[in-house]
Every structure is written in C-alpha cells, then in structure tokens.
C-alpha cells in the first residue's frame, strides 16, 4: 500500500532531524488516543504526553492535529503490499481479511469507527483522510483488478473502484449498521461474489 505521508509534503520546520523510534511512538499514542477520546478530544499535548515527547516535538514534525491524525491512519496497515497470489479470488480474499483484521482489531478496530463518526462532523478531516489516504491507496488497490483484467478473469468493462466497494462494502455495513457477525468466513464468500460478478461475459 502506499505510504505517502501528508506532512512529508510540507517544508520541514528547523530542529533536530526526526527520531524514528520517537515518531512510531507519537503514531502510536495518537492512535491510542484516537481509540479511546476520538478526533474531538485528541490533543498534540495530549499524544505527546502519551508519546513520552515534548509537544514542541509533536509539531515541529506536524502542522495540525489533521496532519497527524493522516499519518497515523495511513501507518495501519503500511507495511502490507496490495495482495498478489496469482488468483483474482485469491487476491480478494486476501484483500477482505485484511480489512476484517484492521476493523475487529481491538486497537485499530475502534479508530475506524471512531473516524467514519468524526469525518461526518469535521468536513476538513474527511477531505484529508480521502486525499492523503484513500486516494493514495486507491492506484495499489485498482492495480490489483488490472492484473485480473490482464489475466482474463475480469471484464475490463468493470468499473474497478466499484468492484472494490463491492469487496469491502459489506464489511462495513456489518460493522456499521447491521452488527451481523463479522468472521474470516465472510472474506471467502466476498471474494466468491466478487469473481462471479466481474467475470467476463462469454
């Protein structure tokens, strides 16, 4: 998946070049933090308290609390490659409990939820977690679809972020609205579904 990181792209203020092993901890307080108080009461005093670091650290490396609510969203999950098993089915699979593993996580699972709530009531944080999340995950995720186009098992006339909403939608409405259960079983039958409706037509 892509990794890009929203505040890579803004002009690093002076100080001490970053320390990796004080940034993964800041990361990993926001999303704690995040888990527990939600966007609404995450504080850079906060995550820093958290984090062991001062807040002066916390934003010289990033500029808002959106900035560094991106990078710590955009670290689930980064160090996994889009899968590539050969297979459309499999790779749907794969693709799907991923997702079920991010959204049943105990840590990672309540920042989801958290974000899809907080996203609806701060238009600013929904625009960037689209452009600097979604949209740069989004070129992985389609190339997964062009390699089934390439290897015949999808029509190229199939829209693929909409097959991809189809493979990760229902996920979501489990979760969401309808409290079905949510178990490694479901990313089989997704990935069934998915195959069948993107076949190609003989």
Known sequence: MTTARRSAD?????????????????????????????????????????????????????????????????????????????????????????????????????????????????????QALREHVLAERLPGDVAMLQRAVARGEMDPAVDPELALELLVGPIYTRLLVTGREISPDLADQLADLVVHAVAPRR
């Open 10 to 126: 803004a002009p690093r203020r002076p100080g001490r070049p970053r320390s990796d092993q004080s940034r993964r901890a800041i990361l990993a307080a926001t999303l704690e933090l995040l888990a527990s108080h939600g966007f609404t009461g995450l504080t850079m005093s906060g995550v820093a308290s958290r984090a062991g670091a001062s807040t002066a650290t916390v934003y010289r490396w990033w500029r808002s609390k959106i900035d560094l609510v991106v990078d710590a969203v955009t670290s689930i999950g980064a160090d996994q490659p889009v899968p590539d098993t050969g297979s459309l089915r499999g790779d749907c699979r794969e693709f799907a409990l991923r997702i079920i593993d991010v959204l049943t996580g105990t840590s990672t699972g309540p920042v989801v939820v958290g974000l899809v709530g907080d996203a609806n009531r701060h238009p600013e944080l929904a």
